[in-house]
């Protein structure tokens, strides 16, 4: 084996030299690459470009402009499987929770986002509830709200099974159907099913690792409840609700109100969800009639959604979550009856649903959260 020593080299005429062929680095010491904070990330770079991402503390990979940057450092709450069935996989939990049958439900169950399956039991809520939105970090799950007008706030454990615990209370009284999204720092929450009350407009978050009241986020440019809401690791998307086509964002670790970003090529939209990874986010609309329509829109860019595919029912009110690579909806209602199918779709891709398993209950307006989407 040939061997090559040197403190530092470059090209002639300048640039980084080319290592051709196999390459060994066997340097007892170690190996620096290049790192900076996310805001600086490039972007349409060759696939697999590593770097250090100083905001999080991890290395992480280019795996393409549609899924972008990921993180590549193991984090055993990422990879939890551990039921039985489809859950024995490794993979992203997804958690769906409470629900309208048409009374409340008070279940939490979970899914292994890899695998094919059923749901399996995880837990209860502090109580039976509808219209929770869901949001998470790489550990702890949130619940914000219910449908009957509730301005409390629960959180799990993701890695572990068990029943909800309080959290603290929204900043605002009488909030449900919100919407909800999250990086790994912040919930951020927006709308509500409660205008009359006037805090429709209003956003509001927490700090997820710990526990207490929101505080005052800002508005959004209407009063609106039920509507779609995901991020990447900065940017936060809030898009339809109440009939409202209108999609707007935040900074999620700014304050301030939400500021245009396009509209849903749907149209407006009720009981509708979203989910995505760090580049994508899907949405699976309802208008005033049950539809399986599904769109999408690129987070980092402005712009209308563009329609997707086809979910595996025409349905509103399902639970939404997603890993980097796969987006799941759960449950919802359409006519004649409340579901329990669980559809996937490949995030990456456009194209039609396909069947992932089912949910032990039929159910619409129930809350969905993961330990591996695109704000994480």
Known sequence: MS??????????????????GKTELTSPYFFVPPSGDTASRPQSCAPGTLRFNTDIGS????????????????RESQYLGGGSGSNQGLGVRGITAGGNTPSAKEEIEFITISTFGNSQDFGNLTAASTGNSGSASNTRGIFDGKGNLSNVIEFITIASLG????????SVASTGYRASLSNQIRTVSGGANSPASGTGDTIDYITIAQTGNSVDFGNL???????HAFASTTRGIFAGGASSPAIQFVTIMT?????????????????????????RG??????????NTMEFLTIATLGNSIDFGDATTNSGGAAAMASSTRAIYAGGYGSPS????????????TGDAVTFGDLSYGADHVAGLSNGHGGL
């Open 338 to 349: 409340f579901r329990t199918e669980i559809g996937s779709v490949e995030i990456a891709t």
């Open 3 to 20: 061997e090559f020593q040197a403190s530092n080299f470059k090209k002639e005429n300048g640039g980084t030299p080319d290592l051709l």
């Open 255 to 279: 304050t301030g109100d939400a500021v245009d970003f396009g509209s849903l090529n749907f149209g407006g939209t009720v009981a509708g969800h979203g989910c995505s990874n760090a580049t």
């Open 221 to 227: 440019s209407s009063t609106r409840g039920s509507g």
């Open 59 to 74: 290395l992480e990979v280019f795996r393409g402009n549609t899924i972008g940057w990921e993180q590549i450092q193991r």
């Open 163 to 170: 029943n909800g615990q309080d959290f603290g209370d929204n």
């Open 282 to 291: 899907i949405m699976k609309m309802r208008g005033s009639s049950y539809t």
